[in-house]
């Protein structure tokens, strides 16, 4: 996540090397992507924590590995659904609509929304038929209740098994984090370091919060 976080940064701040201004037009999928990465990392760097740590790391590791065939099926099938509602609609001759069959086609897919089901029956200018009841069915029973269920069912085992070895998993990645940080240059004079660490810490975290408050409340 510092890796995203500093990478979109880095991106916007190239957008913006003109004016200097982080909100003209062009930025704001920038600042939505650095707002999620900024977040998603603050989140992950809570992982070193006692109290926090046992918590964040079944979820956070349940969602990587484990995940990635499942994840796959389901982006193959919402792929090759979404190309037959596409394939359907081709009919009407209003290529401008792809944008409104993409958004409902993923609002029913996902969140199941039968309002949306509504619109994807009238594809290709028709009032709907059984070939689009057809595939709204399939996509339903295929898509809706067979994939998102075993989706469900395979995050649900991940974190259990992740669970399961919380202990270990906290252990290591705290031995992890402290073998990085005992590698990087340290300051060679002893005077520069600090003598109370926790605070000098905390000093420079509620400094950060302070100026990243008055950034978020400051006119762009």
């Known amino acids: 996540w510092e890796v995203a976080s500093s990478g979109v940064l880095a991106a916007l701040l190239v957008n913006s090397r003109e004016t200097l ?11 939505a992507a650095l707002a999620i990465s900024s977040w998603l990392d603050l989140a992950w760097s809570l992982r070193a924590f006692t109290g926090t740590g ?4 079944p979820i956070m590791l349940a969602s990587a590995q484990p995940m990635v065939g499942i994840l796959v099926v389901l982006c193959f099938a919402f792929a090759g659904f979404l190309h037959a509602f596409l394939a359907l609609d081709l009919t009407s001759g209003n290529t401008s609509n792809h944008f409104k069959v993409i958004v409902n086609a993923a609002r029913f897919m996902i969140i199941g929304d039968d309002s949306s089901a509504d619109i994807l ?18 996509t339903a029973i295929v ?3 067979v994939i998102l269920n075993l989706f469900i069912a395979v995050h649900g085992s991940a974190y259990d098994l992740a669970l399961e070895n919380v202990h270990i998993s906290f252990l ?31 000093a420079l975290y509620v400094t950060a919060a302070s100026v990243w408050a008055d950034l ?5």
Do not use: V, Y
């Not at 982080?22 to 600042?31: D, I, K, S, V």
């Not at 046992?54 to 790391?57: D, E, N, S, V």
């Not at 290709?124 to 689009?132: A, E, M, R, V």
């Not at 705290?174 to 905390?202: H, N, V």
């Open 121 to 138: 029956l009238t594809l290709g200018n028709s009032p709907g038929d059984w070939l689009t009841f057809g595939f709204l069915m399939l």
């Open 216 to 220: 978020i409340h400051a006119p762009w």
């Open 54 to 57: 046992p918590m964040i790391l």
């Open 172 to 202: 290591r990645e705290r031995a992890s984090i402290c073998f990085k940080f005992m590698i990087r240059p340290s300051l060679p004079c002893s005077a520069l370091r600090a003598s109370r660490p926790k605070a000098t810490a905390i």
């Open 21 to 31: 201004d982080l909100g003209q037009e062009g930025n704001g999928a920038f600042l």
């Open 143 to 145: 898509f809706c209740t």
